[in-house]
């Protein structure tokens, strides 16, 4: 279970001020999966960020009863100046993983070869987003971030990407953000939507599919 409790979350740059998330309390259930959606600006990836904890709220709190990832093939949390090994060994160590087990899975799963062993700064995007993948998937979690990443690289590797995910999901929920919405119909059954300020959740991915679009027209 994930509870907001009078979640608010500003932004101040330059003498502006931005609300994101006005006194938002929420539950998202285990054995649920979410779609998050709002036109352009609404706040979705920040949203997505205060679940996962990477970034706090200005106010309020945000319980977590479950373990939750972060954003499904985000490289950003690595960093540059470590190779791909020591930052995969690092992140097994914090979430109290076996790193050997860990490095092994990451090492097959992303086939990077070398590549593990130079600074991650020396990568590209795709092989960035390869590793991310990898961890992603050698470590359990019981709820999924997704922030329009489902598969990086070329077809054959999307594809083994889909199945490891896939196995993954019979064990675990998604919370997820995407602009394409028959993924998130595909992948979830109830919606959040964001709007000025608020979140509104429906039962029905469908009936939260349709706010959106009557949004955005």
Not at 43 to 50: E, I, V
Not at 67 to 84: E, K, N, Q
Not at 150 to 165: L, M, N, W
Request: with cysteine.
């Amino acid at each position: 279970m994930i509870r907001f409790e009078n979640v608010t979350k500003i932004y101040r740059t330059d003498g502006h001020r931005r609300t994101i998330l006005e006194r938002v309390s929420l539950t998202l259930k285990p054995g649920i999966s979410y779609g998050i959606l709002g036109i352009n600006g609404a706040g979705k990836s920040t949203t997505m960020r205060l679940i996962g904890g990477t970034e706090e709220p200005t106010s309020g709190r945000i319980k977590r009863g479950l373990r939750v990832s972060w954003p499904l093939g985000f490289a950003g949390g690595f960093h540059p100046m470590m190779t791909g090994r020591d930052n995969v060994i690092f992140v097994a160590r914090i979430y109290g993983e076996n790193p050997k087990r860990v490095l092994e899975f990451v090492e097959d799963f992303s086939e990077l070869g070398s590549y593990l062993d130079v600074p991650i700064r020396t990568y590209s995007s795709g092989m960035g987003q390869r590793l991310a993948f990898g961890m992603s998937m050698a470590i359990p979690f019981d709820c999924y971030l997704i922030d329009e990443v489902t598969a990086v690289g070329d077809s054959r590797f999307q594809k083994r990407c889909v199945e490891a995910f896939s196995a993954r999901r019979e064990n675990a929920d998604v919370i997820m953000v995407s602009h394409d919405m028959e993924t998130i119909r595909t992948w979830c059954t109830q919606g959040v939507v964001l709007l000025n300020g608020r979140a509104i959740i429906y039962e029905d991915v469908n009936d939260a599919i349709e706010v959106y679009r009557r949004l955005n027209a």
